[in-house]
Structures are given as structure tokens and as C-alpha cells.
């Protein structure tokens, strides 16, 4: 993207992925989406028309879900079990662990209305902590799509794979970020826009409110680049060390809890590799969350075009005195 | 036990999922028609039938319009549930707003919590909190968010994710035991929510520690949000679930009054075995273009849907 580009409305990554996942069903039979109760959240009424057979429901019953994802893949069906991320991440943990993860198999776990995607509808229904209990599960890979081009790419990149993959959606149109003859991959995050004063760090839904940050930062003289590290694991840490030693500072930022999940994941790396640079995480604090919509409780934490220019700011200055 | 199955079928059992109206309640434990009145206590009942029926119709009412505010709510499941709740509260649990901080109080535990609405309107009436604070609900700040919390007075437990109601219900219920103490514990289940495997854990558990002062209430609309539970995942066959895992199970229609108050106010009813509750109900009920439609799970009515809805209600209200 260019710093002075409009922001231009895609469609939810959750649509993309039932588009996609349509696709790729019909060309291979093998691919099967299962369900627990939630083919409306996850965008799947019309997977479930198009290819019946194709659909397995198991009832609201997620470690099920799970359990028989990974007998279904055991046996060579190429798996997407689709579930709100806040069930999904927790409630299935152990069966992620064992029967797919440490078991090796080809499971696609699809966490679905991810983050505070769900807003007012309250905490049980928020997955702040779905990165951070996956990336201390060995054996999978984790990825949080930015927009439709990388979503749909992440499912064709899971369809293919013989790992076992999780992927994070919200509910929200995404603005594309990027065109479509852009090269993708698993594990290499994608640049969006280059810049040297500040780093933002960000993923999935946080990324477009990173860079309205960055574009009001140049109107402010301040150049920031913005990182999708859409792929949290395994993490592109030649990435995240180039920005902290060509960038003043590095910010992180996600719709997940600030503990476990990318801002940690950035600045373990960071310091291991003995680089000392200023830096702050962005995400939900450790606090019983504010009651709102998606938009409201961003706003609420500073997740917005306003407020990562402000943070930003902030961190400069201090640099700066 | 064996024979119960006899029972059922020679009972005229009905083997489909479809509501039955009207019907008397059938104690499959005894294997008699339950035609008396339990053990009343005479001190909570305040109301006659038509006067809890009236009420049911005010809170249907209240709840329509703080669901038409919010913008979001579970309707469907509000509706179905909603006489259930209110008998619970204003005819059966020893709680008030006095009281709730009592060790002794009953206990009530929304196992489908997002039938939130339905039991913030029953709570307010009850006194709880005015009726009025809901106009935040969903808002920006509110602590009425869209399923239930402890920030709310009168809410025991954050519930929401289903499946940890009964749960929740068998460890307070085995405290009581501990203690000695003479509360009850109700809770009240979706039948969708009944693939969670949590319940069976919790069922047979509440059966090995013998918990007649444990109650579950089986919300029995038919309906999920995909669909038919019969389509989904089929529960069925319901009753004899529960008593093959040991529980005392009564079927009653979700939305009459005297079976309501009869089997709810009769807990503990057997002892030493905790109470399944089947109660046939219609998801939506009350409101004629919502009854038993699949998409007023989570739907909110336009403008004109909620004016004829309250057209409705009111006409209900005159007879
Ligand atoms: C663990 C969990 N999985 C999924 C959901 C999403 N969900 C909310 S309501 C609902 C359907 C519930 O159906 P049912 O239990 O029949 O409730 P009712 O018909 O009374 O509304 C589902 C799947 C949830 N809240 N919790
Ligand atoms: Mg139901």
C-alpha cells in the first residue's frame, strides 16, 4: 500500500473463507467442514446447500467437535472444524492438544467471531487468550488474517498442509490491504507499509487501525511501517528484528490480551536477540473487559487510528526528553 | 429400573419432539399422573395463576423493549423461558433482594445464559435492580451486557458458554449436603445445550451423591439456531436419559402455571435423586410470527414487528 491510499471495504474474512472453502470443496471431496451448531456464525449455510455431504454437525458439543475432526482427519479427510474462537481455544484445548496437535493431524481448527468480535455480548463470549494457549501448544500453526487477500490464502494454504493450523476470524468487513498478485506465506509476515520512526507490529483486525495510525503520522512527519504478522506461529522473527533495529520504536498490537499473545511473543524475540528499543504493547489490559461493540471497546483501549497515532507519539517523545 | 421403559411406552409416551399442550404431568417415577399439589410453601405464594399469567405478559413486554433498545438479545429464548422464570422467582426460590447474600438462600443458575433478558426483566420486578438501569443494556459501559454476570445483583455465576450450569449447580448442591444446609439449587438448561458433554459428566455425578436438593430444568423449545434439535444433533430420546443416569424426572408444559408451580415447589421431590424437569415449551411464545420460527433465536424485531408484537401482547392482556 501506498501511506496515502484510501481504505477501501472487503467483505468479512469469515465470508471469504465459506467462499473459499466452497472452492476447494468441490474440487476435492475430501474436504470437510464440521460444525457445532454455529454454520450461521461461521458463514457456512451455504457450504452446507452447496456440498451436504461434505458437512458433518456434531451439536453444540465443541470438544466433540474437535475429538472427531481429528478422527475424521486420521482417516484422510482434509478437516475445517468451525467454531466460535472462545469456545474453540479453550473449551477443545485438550482435544487440540492431544488428538491434533501432539497426535499430528491435519486438523484446520477455525476460530470463528474471534477476539471482542461479539462485543456486549460479554466476556464469555470474548477469545482474548486463544493466541496465547496456542502458542504453548507445539505443533501447530497458528495464523490471524488481515484482510480478505490473506484469509483467503491462509485456507488455501491449510487445505494444502499436512500441519495442524488455526485460524482466526472476526466478524467485521475487513478494508483490503493488499492486491491481489501479492506473494503470501505461511510464517513471513507481509509488509504494508514501509517506515523508520515507529514499528506497529499488528494482526488480524488491529492491522487496518495500525495503518490509519501510520497515515496520521505522516501527516504528522513521523514515518511508521506496518507489519501484518499474520502468521503468530511459527513467528517471522527475521521481521520483527528488522524493525527494531531500523525503527525508533516497535508497538504491537492485537485484539487478544496483552498477556500471551503477539506483544510477548515480539518482545521475547526482541530481547533475546539483545536489542534494546522502546516499546509498547497495544491490546485488551488485564481487566474484566468494557461493555460494547467491537468499535467501542477498540476505541475504549487505544486500538484505533487515533489512538496508535497517540501512543505512537508518546513513545517518540519520550525517546526524544 | 428396567420396567420404566415399559412404562413410557405403554403410557403412550410420545416418541416425537412436538409440543404438548395441556397435558398433565407424568411422573415416570412413580409411573403415576401427577394430579396433586406438591409440598406448597404457603408463605411464598403470593399469586394466584391468572395473576402470574398476567405478569408473565408485563415481563414479555419489558423484555421485548430492552431487547428493541439494545439492538441484540436471544428472543426466542427469552420467550420460551420466560414463565418458567417467573414462577421460579416469584413462587418458588426462597431469594430476594433482602436475601441475597443469605448462605441459606436457594440458588438459581442460568445454564442458557443467553436468555439474559428474560432474567434481568425477572430480576428487576422482583426488585433486584429498577427496571429502568436495563435502557443501558449492551451500551457502551453498562454492566448489563448480553449474558449474565455477577455484577448484576441477584446473578451467581458469569454464565454464557453452555454447558456449565448443571455443573456449577451439582457443586453447590453437594455443599448444602456438606453443610447441612436447607437451600435448593435450581437450573435451567437449553435442549441444545444438551450436547455438551459437561451435563452428563454432572448428571451422573449429582446421581452418585444422591442430590435431591437439585433441580434442572429442561427448556424444551425444539429448536436451536442451526435448526430442529432433531436436524442438529437429536437429544432424544430426553426422559429416559435422566433416569437411566438416576435422576427423578417429571415432563410438564413450560408454559402453565399450576404444573410450573406443582413441580418446581415440590423440590426436593424424591429423595435422594435430583430432579430432571422436561418442560415442553414454544420458543418465542406469546408473540404469534415468533412462536417456534428458528430465526428469533437471536432476532430483533423492526419497528413494525415490535409494534405488532406489543399490539399482541396487549390483546392478551385484556382477556
Ligand atoms: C459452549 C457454547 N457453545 C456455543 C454457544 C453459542 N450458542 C448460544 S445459544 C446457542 C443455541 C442454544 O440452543 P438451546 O440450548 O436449544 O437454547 P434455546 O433454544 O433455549 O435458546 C448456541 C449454539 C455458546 N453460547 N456456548
Ligand atoms: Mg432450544
Known amino acids: 500500500m501506498k501511506i496515502t491510499d484510501q481504505l477501501i471495504k472487503g467483505k468479512a474474512n469469515l465470508e471469504v473463507y465459506s467462499e473459499t472453502l466452497i472452492e476447494l470443496g468441490q474440487a476435492d471431496r475430501n474436504i470437510m467442514a464440521v460444525t457445532s451448531d454455529s454454520r450461521g456464525s461461521g458463514k457456512l449455510t451455504p457450504f452446507a446447500d452447496k456440498l451436504p455431504e461434505q458437512l458433518v454437525e456434531v451439536g453444540i458439543a465443541e470438544q466433540n467437535l474437535v475429538g472427531v475432526a481429528a478422527g475424521l482427519a486420521a482417516a484422510g479427510k482434509k478437516v475445517f472444524a468451525t467454531s466460535p474462537s472462545c469456545f474453540l481455544a479453550t473449551r477443545s484445548l485438550e482435544q487440540i492438544k492431544n488428538d491434533v496437535a501432539y497426535s499430528n493431524y491435519p486438523v484446520n481448527l477455525v476460530g470463528i467471531s474471534a477476539g471482542v468480535s461479539y462485543g456486549a455480548l460479554g466476556s464469555t463470549h470474548h477469545s482474548l487468550h486463544d493466541v496465547a494457549v496456542l502458542r504453548a501448544i507445539n505443533n501447530i500453526v497458528v495464523v490471524v488474517p488481515a484482510d480478505n487477500f490473506e484469509a483467503r490464502e491462509a485456507v488455501k494454504a491449510a487445505a494444502a498442509s499436512d500441519k495442524p493450523f488455526f485460524l482466526k476470524f472476526g466478524k467485521k468487513n475487513m478494508p483490503h490491504l493488499h492486491t491481489a498478485d501479492e506473494k503470501f506465506e505461511i510464517g513471513k509476515a507481509s509488509i504494508i507499509v514501509e517506515g523508520t520512526d515507529v514499528a506497529f507490529i499488528a494482526c488480524g483486525e488491529t492491522v487496518a487501525p495500525a495503518f490509519e495510525a501510520a497515515q496520521k503520522l505522516n501527516e504528522q512527519g513521523i514515518s511508521a511501517r506496518v507489519i501484518s504478522m499474520h502468521t503468530i506461529k511459527p513467528l517471522d522473527t527475521e521481521t520483527i528484528l528488522k524493525a527494531a533495529r531500523e525503527c525508533k520504536t516497535v508497538i504491537t498490537v492485537e485484539e487478544h490480551s496483552v498477556n500471551g499473545g503477539l506483544g510477548e511473543a515480539c518482545a521475547s524475540t526482541i530481547l533475546e536477540a539483545g536489542i534494546s528499543v522502546p516499546f509498547k504493547r497495544v491490546g485488551l489490559p488485564d481487566e474484566e473487559t468494557v461493555a460494547g461493540s467491537q468499535a467501542e471497546i477498540f476505541n475504549h483501549y487505544g486500538i484505533s487510528g487515533e489512538g496508535l497515532a497517540r501512543t505512537a507519539r508518546t513513545c517518540i517523545n519520550k525517546i526524544q526528553t | 429400573m428396567g420396567n420404566i421403559q415399559t412404562r413410557i411406552e405403554s403410557s403412550s409416551w410420545p416418541s416425537d419432539n412436538r409440543r404438548r399442550e395441556n397435558r398433565p404431568s407424568w411422573n415416570l417415577e412413580s409411573g ?71 448462605p441459606n438462600r436457594d440458588r438459581y443458575i442460568q445454564s442458557k445464559g443467553h436468555a439474559v433478558e428474560a432474567l434481568y426483566v425477572v430480576l428487576a420486578d422482583a426488585g433486584f435492580f429498577p427496571m429502568s438501569e436495563l435502557e443501558t443494556l449492551c451500551k457502551y459501559q453498562s454492566k448489563y451486557v448480553g449474558h449474565p454476570t455477577r455484577k448484576v445483583k441477584g446473578i451467581e455465576f458469569n454464565t454464557g458458554a453452555l454447558g456449565h450450569g448443571l455443573p456449577i449447580s451439582a457443586g453447590l448442591a453437594l455443599a448444602a449436603k456438606k453443610d447441612g444446609a436447607p437451600y435448593r439449587v435450581f437450573t435451567m438448561l437449553g435442549d441444545g445445550e444438551l450436547a455438551e458433554g459437561s451435563n452428563w459428566e454432572a448428571a451422573m455425578m449429582a446421581a452418585h451423591y444422591k442430590l435431591d436438593n437439585l433441580v434442572a ?51 426436593p421431590a424424591v429423595p435422594r435423586k435430583p430432579t430432571f424437569v422436561l418442560a415442553n415449551t414454544v420458543k418465542g411464545k406469546g408473540i404469534s410470527f415468533m412462536e417456534d420460527v428458528k430465526k428469533w433465536h437471536h432476532g430483533v424485531p423492526s419497528d413494525e414487528e415490535y409494534e405488532k408484537a406489543l399490539t399482541e401482547l396487549d390483546a392478551q392482556l385484556a382477556r
Open chain 2, 32 to 102: 403415576t399422573w401427577n394430579l396433586e399439589l406438591g409440598t406448597w410453601n404457603l408463605k411464598m405464594k403470593k399469586y394466584t395463576n391468572l395473576e402470574l399469567k398476567q405478569k408473565s405478559i408485563h415481563l414479555r413486554k419489558a423484555l421485548l423493549k430492552y431487547i428493541k433498545l439494545a439492538n441484540a438479545g436471544h428472543t426466542g429464548g427469552d420467550l420460551s423461558c420466560i414463565d418458567i422464570l417467573n414462577v421460579l422467582y416469584n413462587d418458588v426460590l426462597n431469594v430476594s433482594p433482602e436475601t441475597v447474600n443469605d
Open chain 2, 217 to 267: 430444568i429442561l427448556d424444551h423449545n425444539t429448536l436451536q439456531i442451526t435448526g430442529r434439535n432433531v436436524e442438529v444433533c437429536s437429544p432424544h430420546p430426553i426422559a429416559e436419559k435422566w433416569l437411566a443416569f438416576g435422576w427423578n424426572v417429571i415432563e410438564v408444559n413450560g408454559h402453565d402455571f399450576e404444573q410450573l408451580r406443582e413441580v418446581l415447589n415440590a423440590a
